[in-house]
């Protein structure tokens, strides 16, 4: 059996990471049917502490730089991100999620003085407004929460990374370790606090276990591992193009398993912040020239 490079193919490796990120937004929808979002994102984060811990250095020097950056991660955008997508189609939470880079860019802009050309500026806006407006005016009010919360957990993701940059260098595994070992158990509380929370342990169905094995192990580890090994070796300007693939994935991922389908001015704002977002990339790769 001949043996596939992932790294050495960047078209190959990107593709496939993209189908990964692309059935996670479908594997944790399937999930959180069953399951209450706080329940999932402690259980998730659970599963992911335990599986690192054997990896990481723990120092208690690590502990208050990361607590701030537990807190808008792993409550501000995995636990937002839960919620948004337990409401909306799988393929508007992926769409969304694509804002995650210009938003970062724009944050740089503010706070650390990056550049930021107008066409960039105008492609962000765009891409906001084609993911937000066809949701937001179709008037229902369940559906303008969910887009808006999915939104709000995309700023907090690019918030996160903007912290990260602040810190000195810490190994990827260690900052993941942090705000899993962190957050998992703010989650548990909060869900236990909850006057009308459902039992615990019914709602780990074989769906659930399935999906949370999924998320921790192909989509916060195998995935990450391959894409910053691609970035290493053949640089973000050949990749950046084919994080575009995974509202695709999660389309046809969301059709086959799940029935979702877009109504016409949902895939008309999906094509306006594609389009906004292809832009932006272009623009990037332009001034790293």
Known sequence: ???????????????????????????????????????????????????????????????????????????????LLAVGISIIPGVIASVCFLLGA?????????????????????????????????TLLMGQSELQWGILIVVLSTFMWAVGNIQIRKLKELPVLSIQFWIAIITAPLCLIAFLLQPDAAPMLPQFTTKTLLSLTYVVFCSSLLSYSLWYG???????SR???????????????????????LTLWQLVGSSITLTGIYIYNRQNQRAAQ
């Not at 691609?230 to 973000?236: E, N, Y």
Request: charged letters at 10%.
């Open 102 to 134: 210009p938003f970062s860019a724009l944050l740089s802009h503010l706070f650390l003085n990056e550049r930021l050309t107008f066409l960039q500026s105008a492609a962000i806006i765009t891409a906001t407004l084609g993911a937000m407006l066809p």
């Open 1 to 79: 059996m001949q043996h596939i490079d992932w790294l050495a193919k960047p078209a190959l490796g990107a593709t496939f990471v993209a189908a990964i990120w692309g059935f996670n937004i479908v594997g944790m929808k399937i999930a959180l049917s069953d399951m209450d979002p706080l329940l999932f994102t402690a259980a998730r984060f659970l599963l992911l502490a335990l599986v690192l811990l054997p990896f990481v250095k723990i120092s208690r020097q690590q502990i208050r730089p990361l607590l701030p950056i537990a807190l808008v991660m792993g409550l501000g955008h995995f636990y």
């Open 230 to 236: 691609l970035i290493h070796r053949h640089g973000m």
């Open 239 to 261: 990749l950046a193009g084919f994080v575009l693939l995974q509202p695709v994935f999660t389309l046809t991922f969301g059709y086959l398993l799940l029935g979702e389908s």
